[in-house]
């Protein structure tokens, strides 16, 4: 089983729907991401996450809110989809170490 | 917080040629690691490495710490090597512990 899996794989969606993205890993690690890619560019931080009670803004967290709902989910949630939030989703956990493992991502189309 | 830049942009190779990636960082890092994100977009491991030399079949990197700056060597190229391939990297303290900084990428096609 992959270490890090996230649904759904692709999704189509409408402007101003509300959509979750959710996120699982077995690591057994506190630490989750959430990251996006534009095409053409490198992932960009939306919120992390190290610990349960811990919840962070990263980069570019406008339009966007999350939900740690146990040390091994982590979710992400569009309230109001709006076309340029159209883009690659990614969650990743890392290791003490800051090893970054990187789940399968998730295709978002807002139209 | 970091600024990571990769180079080149974009590299076309015929099959069989060898090639050298570079990435520089901006501060010193707790963590760097190299990508390569396959045409369907998944984003593979290739290397764990915030300083020192490793080997992995094909691909070696060196991470030169003190200069603030990494190599992704590929030898043998073969066309399965093509797509993106990124360097990213943590901050070693400050306010951006623990978050990856990606680079833009370089864009690698390999040619049969």
């Known amino acids: 089983d992959a270490d890090v899996t996230q649904t759904p794989r692709n999704r189509i969606t409408k402007t101003g729907k509300r959509i979750m993205l959710e996120c699982s890993q077995t690591?057994?690690?506190?630490?989750m991401y959430w990251y996006r890619q534009d095409p053409g560019l490198g992932l960009r931080l939306i919120y992390y996450?190290?610990?349960?009670?811990?919840?962070n803004k990263g980069e570019i967290s406008d339009g966007y809110s999350v939900s740690r709902q146990a040390q091994a989910k982590f979710s992400l949630s569009l309230e109001s989809a709006i076309p340029n939030q159209t883009a690659l989703y990614f969650c990743?956990?890392?290791?003490?170490?800051?090893?970054?493992?990187f789940g399968p991502g998730t295709r978002l189309l807002v139209l | 917080g970091i600024q990571v830049e990769q180079s080149p942009p974009d590299l076309i190779l015929q099959e069989g040629a060898n090639s050298t990636l570079r990435c520089n960082f901006s501060d010193s890092v707790n963590n760097l690691q190299w990508f390569h994100q396959n045409p369907w977009g998944q984003l593979i491991n290739l290397f764990y490495?915030?300083?020192g030399t490793k080997q992995n079949g094909r691909l070696s990197a060196t991470t030169v710490a003190t200069e603030r700056y990494s190599l992704l060597y590929i030898s043998s190229s073969q066309t399965t090597d093509s797509g993106v391939y990124f360097c990213a990297a943590t901050n070693a303290g400050g306010t951006s512990y623990g978050k990856l900084t990606f680079g833009q990428g370089t864009i690698l096609t390999v040619h049969p």
């Open positions: 990743a956990t890392s290791d003490p170490t800051d090893y970054q493992y």
């Open positions: 996450s190290f610990d349960v009670k811990d919840i």
């Open positions: 490495i915030p300083s």
């Open positions: 690591k057994g690690h506190d630490r």
